[in-house]
């Protein structure tokens, strides 16, 4: 190295030539007008084989003689263009031999004067270097390349993606200014991207979002704190558009340069609310309509469930429900709800959503409101009617087939019975059966007569559900009506029957009297003129003592027997009403016994009397009883005028004492069986048939029972059952 490094001008001089010193190439500084080189380096020497002497104010022309004759060309080029490269250029070494090099010369000062640095390398290993490096580069080339492609594609696949998204994005700057915005923004607010790039949010979104809201402060808040914002359930309305309700979200992000910016994801989830609001619509109306039996106003709860609007209900501008007339054979509408002008439209529906938010609350104002005779659509409730054999056409095939029909212009539609049409005056409407199982109800029928709106498919689909419920409420609302005309109709029944009843009873007791007279009148008749008979004898020949004594005893006799028939007659018609006492049963069958046995001695009949014993006491009138048995006894001894035997038991039998009267006498004929107990029924001569009636009559004030079973010509047991009392 020379010692003009001294006087270079560079500060870092020391650096300078160190780098200069070591690097691999050789480098010369060759004065532009003497043609000497100036500086050199160690590779310099290596290249060309000389000593650091031997190059010091060597001359270009001494390493080639015939650049002597290019030298102005390339002073003028490196003028020209700062620079010359020089693929392969001889030079000549210091042993004389020549070889290939390669210049890369630049133009540069040295210590004032003109000059050029130049870097020299051997053109070989050049070449070979620069196709090394060449193929190199074309390897990284085509790795970049498809690097890039892979790259282009991703790109192209998440722009396809987001422009893809339902969710409506859009990228905001620093300014608030929109940088990026996906279809699902720009298409639905009608413009094209182009429109909405670069305008400010302030330009897109309404003031109450904005303001009101609190939008804007919310998306400089994420700018300024990078913090997540969320905002669910924001009402959206825009003219011209039903309302949505849209969910905000604002993320931050970083932009080109990684300058913040903020990402904005609006969701529409209007149909997600749409389908819990219908839900709990259903709930609500199938509550309200469960709770009332009362059919016109449960009618009038699944009509304004059909018609009000906001969170009361469905929506529809008129519904109206026809019910099937069976006895009348035809489909008449009961009831309809709905204004008949938009001016009504307006004040209906504001007064009926606007205080009621919901449909139990309204149901529960319900009797302050004007009873539905006196709402509006009178006049068509009372013109809607359809013969239930019209099958065919709607409304009743929408009944027959059970399946809701949306009639989208009615007046072409071959489907609805044109009478139909002229009196529901709409041409779009649709019509739900209601049906529980197989059992036709009606129809309920809902169209937007004042506004005209468009029935959906979710509207239909709602009032179907609906429909199917208040099917349900009115069948029940109808059986209960039923049931309660049927009560109505059994309770007036059963007064008629009460005071029938008491006719009979009346004409009855009439009859009694009636039989009881001609009895008594013939009974009387008898032993009467028997006594008048002998007593004018008497009369006639007071004398004849012995005669006399015959008469007078015929007549005593007589008296006898009239004193019986005017006993029975009175204990027969001496008001009921028993007065018991817990007593035995035995000694009253025994003193009855005692009082018969006479005329058993003169029959010759014999007696057998058991009861089993420790039998329990009984609630008994014991004269009424006594008064019983005796008319059991006398008549089983009547049955026997020859003789035979009289057998009595008592015993348990169940929850009652069993007494049976037996006798061996003539026995009941088959057909007379059933008529023993009424009353005057007797087949002997001087019988009142009045003492097995009066028994029975007895033995019912006491709860106990009579029996009797016979065989003709064997004998007749009369079996009395008397209920055990409590203990
Ligand atoms: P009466 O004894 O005055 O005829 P009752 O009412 O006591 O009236 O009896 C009605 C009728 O029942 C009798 O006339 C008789 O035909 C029949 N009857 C009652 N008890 C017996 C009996 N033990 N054996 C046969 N017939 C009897
Ligand atoms: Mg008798």
């Known amino acids: 190295m020379n010692d003009a490094s001294g006087t270079k001008p560079a500060q870092n001089s020391s650096v300078w030539k160190a780098v200069f010193e070591r690097a691999a190439n050789a480098i010369v500084v060759v004065s532009l007008e003497t043609g000497q080189v100036i500086e050199w380096n160690q590779a310099t020497l290596a290249l060309f084989g000389y000593t650091a002497e031997q190059v010091a104010g060597m001359r270009l022309v001494e390493l080639q003689p015939a650049i002597r004759t290019q030298r102005e060309a390339l002073r003028r080029q490196l003028a020209e263009a700062g620079s010359l490269f020089i693929d392969s250029f001889p030079l000549r070494r210091a042993d004389g031999s020549e070889i290939q090099v390669a210049i890369h010369a630049v133009r540069t000062s040295y210590d004032g004067q003109e000059a050029f640095l130049a870097m020299l390398q051997d053109a070989a290993q050049a070449r070979d270097l620069q196709t090394r490096l060449a193929t190199q580069a074309m390897q990284l080339r085509a790795e970049l390349t ?185 489909l008449k509408a009961e009831m309809a709800v709905g204004p008949e002008d938009v001016h009504q439209a307006h004040t209906i529906w504001s007064e009926v959503t606007g205080r009621y938010r919901t449909l139990q609350d309204f149901l529960q104002d319900y009797d302050r409101l004007p009873p539905p005779q006196d709402r509006p659509l009178a006049d068509l409730v009372e013109r809607l009617v359809v013969p239930l054999s ?140 028997t006594i008048g008979g002998f007593a004018r004898a008497i009369l006639r020949d007071p004398h004849d ?51 018969t046995a006479e005329q058993r001695e003169r029959a010759g009949i014999d007696l057998s009397w058991e009861a089993e014993p420790d039998l329990p006491e009984l609630d008994l009138d014991a004269n009424q009883i006594r008064q019983v048995l005796l008319n059991l006894v006398k008549n089983a001894d009547e049955a026997m005028p020859n003789g035979g035997l009289l057998a ?49 009559k007895i033995l019912d004030a006491h709860g106990a029972r009579i029996e009797v079973s016979s065989l003709p010509s064997q004998g007749t047991t009369f079996t009395v059952y008397f209920p055990i009392p409590p203990a």
Not at 268 to 275: A, F, I, L, P, W
Not at 653 to 658: C, E, F, I, K
């Open 648 to 696: 009595l038991t008592a015993r348990l039998a169940g929850n009652a004492v069993a007494l049976a009267v037996s006798d061996t006498g003539s026995g009941i004929p088959q057909g007379d069986l059933s008529f023993v107990f009424d009353t005057f029924f007797t087949t002997k001569p001087t019988g009142t048939g009045l003492g097995l009636a009066l028994a029975r």
């Open 146 to 330: 498809s690097q890039a492609d892979e790259y282009l594609h991703l790109k192209e696949f998440f722009e396809n993606v987001i422009d893809a998204l339902p969710l409506r994005l859009l990228v905001l700057d620093e300014d608030l200014r929109i940088i990026h915005a996906n279809p699902a923004y720009y298409l639905q607010r009608g413009v094209t991207r182009e429109q909405i790039i670069g305008q400010s949010v302030r330009d897109v979104f309404p003031k109450e979002l904005l303001d009101e809201a609190g939008l804007e402060r919310a998306l400089q808040g994420t700018l300024t704190t990078g913090e997540r914002v969320w905002w669910s359930g924001f009402r959206e309305q825009s003219v011209g558009h039903p309302e949505r309700i849209i969910n905000i979200r604002i993320d931050p992000c970083r932009g080109l340069e990684g300058r913040a910016c903020l990402l904005i994801s609006i969701e529409d989830v209007s149909e997600r609310y749409r389908q819990i609001y219908e839900r709990t619509l259903l709930q609500e109306v199938s509550q309200a309509m469960l709770s009332t039996l009362d059919l016109p106003r449960l009618l009038h709860a699944i009509l304004t469930g059909m018609t009000a609007g906001g969170a009361v209900g469905l929506g529809f501008n008129r519904a109206i429900l026809m019910l099937v007339d069976n006895a009348a054979g035809v």
């Open 390 to 529: 019209d099958v065919e056409h709607l409304p009743m095939s929408a009944l027959v087939s059970g399946n809701t029909v949306y009639v989208p212009d009615a007046r072409n539609d071959a489907r609805v019975n044109s009478e139909f049409a002229t009196v529901m005056d709409s041409d779009e409407f649709v019509v739900a059966p209601l049906r529980v199982g197989e059992t036709q109800i009606g129809v309920a029928i809902a169209d937007n007569f004042i506004t005209h709106k468009m029935i959906k498919g979710s509207d239909t689909h709602l009032l179907t559900s609906l429909a199917n419920q208040a099917a349900l409420a009115v069948e029940r609302a109808q059986l209960f009506r039923e049931a309660q005309e049927r009560a109505e109709e059994l309770a007036r029944a059963y007064e008629e029957l009460k005071a029938a009843e008491q006719d009979r009873l009346r004409n009855e007791r009439l009859a009694t009297v009636g039989t009881v007279t001609a009895a008594v009148t013939h009974e009387i008749r008898n032993p009467l003129s």
């Open 545 to 595: 003592t012995e005669r006399n004594r015959r008469s007078a005893k015929i007549i005593v006799e007589e008296a006898d027997r009239l004193e019986e028939l005017l006993r029975t007659v009175l204990d027969f018609s001496r008001p009921e009403g028993v007065n018991v006492q817990r007593t035995r049963i035995e000694p009253i069958v025994e003193s009855v016994l005692e009082l």
